[in-house]
């Protein structure tokens, strides 16, 4: 008798085997059990693909590939499984077997809509993006747009993201974090209105207050629109903002006041939420402002200057491998702190940890603690660690706070970043919001020593052409 096809439910949510949040409270048991029962049944394809997909929810791409490799040869699959695969094969960078799976799904299953949304993700993943927003325009066009599924919608948000079209993308991200609960793909995001959200109407003489929202390093990149802001003659702008960045903001001539993000105090007639403005004020990449420049405070420019006087005959470079433990995806940007020490060989450098949080314990040892030393964990402030960049001679960094932090300075800024990076940076060559940062970009989501070969032969020639 011949095998059933395995098959993929693919709802709204494309919820695959059991629900992520079950899964996330019994991932170890279910990996466990699952391993014992392919070890004991190698022919269990049923058992091989959901094995698949505890590794797939760990983002582990390569382990779920090689689950899914034996699903591949031994049991006859369904369209929706061919095209759900393609998919992790796409997200392990295996793009040749990805594409050749989606396109079977769509010819067996022409009407389709769903394969053909994978594939939209596919042309994402391989930054073809125009690609991408014309097969999701196609898609539109054959289903009801109720029936396209928030996530779909999402994908699509970041293609024009990616893509560089700002207003499309940020006017649904907008819908859907205003509107988020827990039952929407985006609900992790619901903004919570303290007042009336601005629609970009005229602000003369109304008080408006600013929320950034997300991370520090979110809040950072938007400030730029504050001159902007200025310029629409609000008759004050509140700026609600978490409190490492409150220094930041003292003597800024566009800002009233500075209040912290907790406060739930209503003192303007109008919010407006900082993903909003690229969205409110039209931008593109020709039109977006500069990065936002800071008043640093004496007292931390003096603290500075005082950390670094000891290697005034140095280079002096920041460096920053890894960020924030509990966002969910730091360790795809981030990598051992042993990919800078086999820096610290190069002649006449000097390295200082950027990183605010436990020190990796390599580097409580000589040498590596005089190679690389931890001087942020001393910061007040983010008004310190501005001040402490402005006065390095170069700065290498993950995506994370410190990048949008350190593009704001004068010092220069090489950004390292992960394979398919964020979409500020979406062709991981050049990026408008930081013209003049210098990127190196993973080709594949493997291991960074592609990248700082290339680091280490650039920063050779930097340090031997900025001898202090």
């Given at each position: ?171 649904f991200l907008k819908e859907s974090w205003d509107r988020g609960t827990k039952a929407t793909a985006l609900g992790w995001h619901k903004r919570k209105y303290k007042l009336p959200a601005w629609d970009g109407d005229d602000l003369t003489g109304r008080p408006i207050m600013l929320t ?14 504050l001159p902007m802001l200025a310029a629409m003659n609000p008759d004050k702008i509140y700026v609600s903002v978490a409190k490492p960045l409150h220094r930041l903001l003292e003597n800024n001539p566009h800002v009233d006041a500075i209040m912290d993000r907790m406060d739930k105090t ?203």
């Amino acid at each position: 008798m011949a095998s059933k096809p395995i098959e993929i439910n693919k709802n709204k949510s494309a919820k695959i085997a059991i629900g992520k949040g079950v899964m996330r409270g019994i991932q170890k048991t279910k990996q466990e059990t699952l391993l014992e029962t392919v070890k004991g049944a190698p022919e269990n394809w049923g058992a091989w693909a959901k094995l698949a997909e505890v590794y797939a929810s760990e983002k582990n791409w390569k382990r779920a590939i090689s689950c899914y490799q034996k699903v591949l040869k031994g049991s006859p699959l369904s369209p929706g499984m061919k095209s759900h695969i393609g998919v992790i094969f796409a997200r392990g960078v295996r793009m040749e077997k990805a594409y050749q799976l989606v396109e079977q799904a769509i010819q067996e299953e022409p009407s389709n809509q769903h394969h053909k949304l994978d594939l939209c993700r596919l042309h994402r993943y391989t930054g073809q993006y125009d690609k991408a927003l014309a097969l999701y325009q196609s898609v539109r066009e054959a289903i009801a747009p109720n029936i396209m599924a928030e996530t779909n919608r999402s994908n699509e948000a970041y293609v024009h993201l990616s893509a560089q079209n700002y207003v499309a993308g940020l006017t649904f991200l907008k819908e859907s974090w205003d509107r988020g609960t827990k039952a929407t793909a985006l609900g992790w995001h619901k903004r919570k209105y303290k007042l009336p959200a601005w629609d970009g109407d005229d602000l003369t003489g109304r008080p408006i207050m600013l929320t950034c929202e997300q991370g520090l390093g979110d809040g950072i990149i938007m400030l730029r629109y504050l001159p902007m802001l200025a310029a629409m003659n609000p008759d004050k702008i509140y700026v609600s903002v978490a409190k490492p960045l409150h220094r930041l903001l003292e003597n800024n001539p566009h800002v009233d006041a500075i209040m912290d993000r907790m406060d739930k105090t209503p003192v303007a007639d109008v919010e407006v939420c900082s993903f909003d403005l690229p969205l409110f004020f039209k931008s593109t990449p020709e039109t977006l402002p500069p990065p936002a420049t800071f008043n640093l405070p004496k007292s931390s420019v003096k603290r500075a200057a005082k950390i670094l006087a000891p290697y005034k005959d140095k280079l002096k470079v920041g460096v920053l491998w890894t960020g924030n433990p509990k966002f969910p995806e730091n360790h795809l940007r981030s990598f051992p702190v042993q990919q800078f020490l086999r820096l610290a060989d190069i002649p006449n450098i000097q390295m200082f940890s950027l990183y605010k949080g436990d020190m990796p314990r390599v580097l409580n040892n000589s040498p590596a603690k005089e190679q690389i030393l931890d001087v942020s964990n001393s910061d007040r402030d983010l008004a310190d660690s501005a001040a402490f960049m402005e006065q390095l001679d170069l700065i290498i960094t993950i995506d994370s706070a410190v990048a949008h932090l350190s593009g704001s300075t004068n010092t220069p800024v090489w950004c390292l970043l992960k394979h398919l990076p964020f979409w500020y940076y979406a062709d991981g060559k050049n990026t408008p919001w930081y013209p003049d940062m210098h990127l190196f970009t993973k080709e594949t989501p493997a291991g960074w020593a592609p990248v700082f070969k290339r680091v280490r032969a650039e920063l050779e020639s930097f340090a031997a052409a900025h001898k202090p």
